[in-house]
């Protein structure tokens, strides 16, 4: 830089000074003035909008894969395919220390580096490049933070292209910068300007290529029930997967039946005062996470090899307490399925599905013992079960009927012995539901709503009945 221009600078500034403007108090003032803004802005964001509940935290759950929150994605995405390196990828330190260590430092020591005084863009191309080398690499890399880096059939490709675009091109175009402008000197501003252009470009366009190839995996949401009466159903709707096996839709079992192994065992009913009034909130959870091994109950909780979170057992327990303990009182829950208006035929995903869950499910499913008979899709409960088919359209003697309605089936080949028992074997349904498996079953099992709503006829007023419901099948 010329004396000339350094005693312009020295200049202005010396202008700028005496026009007045203080940093304290007069900027800080300004600062302070915002940062309320924003903390306002803050207070209201919380209030009015918030942060959606997450489910409880498990420390005992090892299937949880720790995330870090979107800002930090690029530093993360930055590990995965740094690891990509053969012989680099080994020395992990380099990448989780060295580099952003030495990156942070180049910041801190940028005054020191770049002494240059002009701030006119077209005099400041080094930094202006580099700065917005490493801004699209940080943008790009965080948008391809949930591309995994390995294939399902093993294939590296994705992360040899991520390792390219994230590092590669951006490492080169950045070398080539300091080289021009420290090793050759004399090239112009332009090609400077072309090379991190063009080092974007690639970076952009080989990070949209892997985003449209190797598409994000879809992640299961998981809803979080935060009203009680959502705990209360999402308890309900655990507890009839899970236990209705044993302790039966209203837990009033107190003979195991129908249960591999457990057969005529005898256990306290878990809706009793006696077992609700001595066990709390605490132990009740802990029963269920760990089961009663010993007596066959297996553990449910996942810390002991279960299927379910503690927020999930939470839901059980907040469902046993608001159902069945009197101490409680249960807010008005959504019915099992939409009451029948007179003449409409109820179809399995509306009527069927629930109702099959809450009383047919837990032992229904695959690994229980169950005659083969699966229950949780609607062919399966058409085509499955031993005696298969367990239900056919328009037939009365449906065996999924007759057991329902309490007749068990005898043996053919022995008469006295039964082949099936009454379902479900440990409880019974209202005769309500009887009747909505029934009309399901003679006008046609329709699957959907809207085939049903084909079935369905609208009684005709002053005939004479309330509605009788379609017992045939209407055209
Ligand atoms: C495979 C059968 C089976 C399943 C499924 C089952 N339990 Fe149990 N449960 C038992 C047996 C057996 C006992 C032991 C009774 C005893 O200790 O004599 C028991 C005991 C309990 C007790 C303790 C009763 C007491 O007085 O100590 C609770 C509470 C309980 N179960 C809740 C549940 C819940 C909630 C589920 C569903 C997540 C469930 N159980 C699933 C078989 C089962
Ligand atoms: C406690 C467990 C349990 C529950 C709950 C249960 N079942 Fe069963 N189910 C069985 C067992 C075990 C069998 C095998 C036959 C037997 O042991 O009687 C069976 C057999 C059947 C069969 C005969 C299947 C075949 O092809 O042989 C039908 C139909 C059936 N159940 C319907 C139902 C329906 C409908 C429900 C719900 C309302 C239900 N079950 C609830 C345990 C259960």
């Known amino acids: 830089m010329d004396n000339e221009t350094k005693q312009k600078i020295n200049k202005r500034y010396e202008r700028e000074l005496n026009r007045g403007e203080r940093f304290w108090p007069d900027s800080i003032f300004k600062d302070l003035i915002v940062s309320l803004g924003i903390f306002v ?52 330190w380099l990448a989780t220390v060295a580099v952003p260590g ?134 309900q709707d655990l507890y009839s997967v899970n236990c209705v096996e044993c302790h039966g839709d209203d837990g009033k079992v107190t003979k195991i039946e129908g249960v591999k192994g457990l057969e005529g065992k005898l256990i306290p009913a878990i809706n009793s005062t006696d077992v609700l009034y001595t066990l709390d909130d605490a132990t009740l959870a802990e029963v269920i996470a760990y089961g009663r091994p010993e007596a066959g109950m297996t553990p449910f909780g ?55 869950k809450r009383y047919c499910l837990s032992c229904h499913q695959a690994g229980k013992q169950n005659n083969n008979y699966l229950m949780d899709t609607y062919d399966d409960i058409l085509k499955t ?28 080949k022995d008469p006295t012995q039964t082949l099936i028992r009454a379902m479900p074997p440990n409880g019974h349904m209202s005769p309500d539901i009887i009747n909505v498996f029934k009309l399901w079953i003679m006008n046609g099992m329709p699957q959907t709503a809207e085939d049903a709503a084909k079935l369905s006829v609208t009684p005709t007023p002053g005939a004479g009945s309330t509605g009788t419901p379609a017992t045939t099948p209407t055209p």
């Open 41 to 92: 802005l803050l207070i209201m964001l919380a209030t009015f909008i918030g942060v959606d509940a997450q489910p409880r935290v498990d420390p005992s759950d090892t299937t949880y894969i720790p995330r870090p929150e979107w800002y930090f994605l690029f530093l993360f995405k930055f590990l995965a395919i740094y690891g990509q390196i053969p012989v680099l990828g080994k020395i992990e």
């Open 102 to 235: 030495l990156v942070i430092l180049v910041l801190a020591l940028m005054p020191f580096i770049d002494r240059n005084p002009n701030r006119y863009y077209g005099k400041r191309v080094l930094p202006i490049s580099v700065m917005a080398i490493i801004v699209v690499d940080i943008v790009m890399l965080t948008i391809m933070a949930d591309v995994p880096t390995v294939t399902e059939n093993g294939s590296m490709l994705p992360g040899i292209l991520q390792a390219i675009a994230g590092m590669v091109i951006p490492l080169v175009a950045i070398i080539l910068l300091f080289l021009m402008t420290f090793v050759f000197r004399k090239t112009s501003t332009k090609t400077m300007i072309w090379t991190a252009a063009i080092s974007a470009i690639l970076t952009i366009g080989l990070t949209g290529g892997v985003l449209a190839w190797f598409p994000v995996p879809a992640t299961t949401e998981t809803a979080v029930a935060t009203t009680l009466v959502d705990q209360i159903s999402a308890g």
């Open 385 to 412: 079960g031993d005696q298969a088919p367990n239900v056919t359209a328009g037939d009365e003697n449906s065996t999924l009927l007759k057991v329902i309605e309490g007749t068990p089936i005898p043996d053919p």
């Open 302 to 356: 996942k810390a002991y090899g279960g299927q379910l979170s503690t927020s999930d057992i939470e839901n059980i327990v907040t469902f046993m307490r608001y159902t069945w303990d009197d101490r409680f009182e249960a807010p008005k829950l959504k019915p099992l399925y939409p009451p029948l208006a007179a003449g409409e035929v109820p179809s399995y995903d509306v009527h069927i599905a629930p109702i099959v």
